[in-house]
């Protein structure tokens, strides 16, 4: 059984640019949530795409924004970069949403300079 | 206020010794994760529960749903305890996942 990974584990931008994250989902998950965890702090929701779907949306704005593809795989997308993006993305899949045991990748570290 | 508070922010503790962490929420939930974080960002799940108490080695958590509070307990704590330990609940209302701020933890020989 495959777990959850996510490229990149580090990543560099500069404010204004645009940034792609993946997730794999562990074998048989159909939804992934994401999360975003600033230094020191606990996660916050993202978003959850359950079967290509968005299935809930946290406080962020429009210039974040997410996929999931048919084999369940997903992206996160970030426009418009500002310093306080700089954080640990992590994703999480699981069988049956938030209510199910969460399976937690090992997160991209993005830094916006 | 957060929606889910833990205590204490930062424990430290002798090897063997005995590890309690708390976790109050405030809204209503469906159910509980405790997580475990270490450093380098990797999360894992250590439990989910709605009710009563779960055991799994050295670790127990308990939560009680009137009191709106669960607790994490380490038996025996060894220094690859250290971590940190993050308390999350699946709102009842709208489903998604609120984290307390963690608590970190470090286990000395």
């Known amino acids: 059984e495959t777990g959850v990974t996510q490229s990149p584990t580090h990543l560099i931008k500069t404010r204004g640019q645009q940034v792609t994250l993946r997730c794999s989902s562990q074998s048989g998950h159909n939804t992934v949530s994401w999360y975003q965890q600033a230094l020191g702090q606990g996660p916050q929701f993202i978003f959850q795409?359950?079967?290509?779907?968005?299935?809930g949306r946290g406080n962020f704005p429009p210039r974040f924004s997410g996929l999931q593809f048919p084999n369940y795989s997903s992206e996160l997308n970030v426009n418009a970069l500002e310093l306080d993006d700089s954080a640990l993305y992590l994703c999480?899949?699981?069988?049956?949403?938030?209510?199910?045991?969460?399976?937690f990748g090992p997160g991209t570290r993005l830094t916006v300079l | 206020k957060n929606e889910v508070e833990q205590s204490p922010q930062n424990l430290t503790a002798q090897e063997g010794e005995f590890i309690t962490i708390n976790c109050s929420y405030s809204v209503g939930i469906s159910a509980l994760h405790w997580l475990q974080q270490h450093p380098g960002g990797g999360i894992v799940s250590l439990f989910m529960?709605?009710?009563g108490k779960k055991k799994h080695g050295r670790l127990i958590a308990t939560i009680n749903i009137q009191e709106k509070h669960s607790s994490l307990h380490i038996t025996a704590s060894h220094p690859r305890d250290s971590a940190v330990y993050i308390c999350a609940v699946s709102s009842s209302n709208t489903g998604k996942l609120i984290f307390g701020q963690g608590t970190t933890l470090q286990v000395k020989p």
């Open positions: 529960l709605s009710s």
């Open positions: 795409y359950y079967r290509e779907e968005e299935n």
């Open positions: 999480a899949s699981s069988l049956l949403g938030y209510t199910d045991t969460q399976y």
